[in-house]
Nanobody, 115 residues
C-alpha cells in the first residue's frame, strides 16, 4: 500500500519562503513521477511542479523562477522550495505519485500567504 505524507505547510507573509516535503512509503516502482499540485478555494486543482525519477522537471508558468522541485530517490521523498510567495499561492498543496497507470495522492498541506 503506497502512502504519501506531506509536511511543511503554514502561514507566511508575502515575499517569504516555505519548504514542503512529501515522504512516500510502500513498494514503488523505480520509474515514476512525483509532483505537487494545489487547489485554492473555489478553484480546480492545478499542477505546480513535477519531477521524474531521472530528474527532469516541469513547472507551472505561475511558479517558474520562484519554486524549485527536487527529490531524494533513496528516501522516496520529494520537496518543493517556495520562494517569493504571493497571496495567490495560498492553497492546499497535494503531493502526487504516478507509477505507470496508478495515481496516488497525499491528504494535502495548507499554505497561507498573507499580504
Amino acid at each position: 500500500q503506497v502512502q504519501l505524507v506531506e509536511s511543511g505547510g503554514g502561514l507566511v507573509q508575502a515575499g517569504g519562503s516555505l519548504r514542503l516535503s512529501c515522504a512516500a512509503s510502500g513498494s514503488i516502482f523505480r520509474h515514476n513521477v512525483m509532483g505537487w499540485y494545489r487547489q485554492a478555494p473555489g478553484k480546480q486543482r492545478e499542477l505546480v511542479a513535477v519531477i521524474t525519477s531521472d530528474g527532469s522537471t516541469n513547472y507551472a508558468n505561475s511558479v517558474k523562477g520562484r519554486f524549485t522541485i527536487s527529490r531524494d530517490s533513496d528516501k522516496k521523498t520529494v520537496y518543493l522550495q517556495m520562494n517569493s510567495l504571493k497571496s495567490e499561492d495560498t492553497a492546499v498543496y497535494y503531493c502526487n505519485l504516478m507509477v505507470v497507470t496508478m495515481n496516488y495522492w497525499g491528504k494535502g498541506t495548507v499554505v497561507t500567504v498573507s499580504s
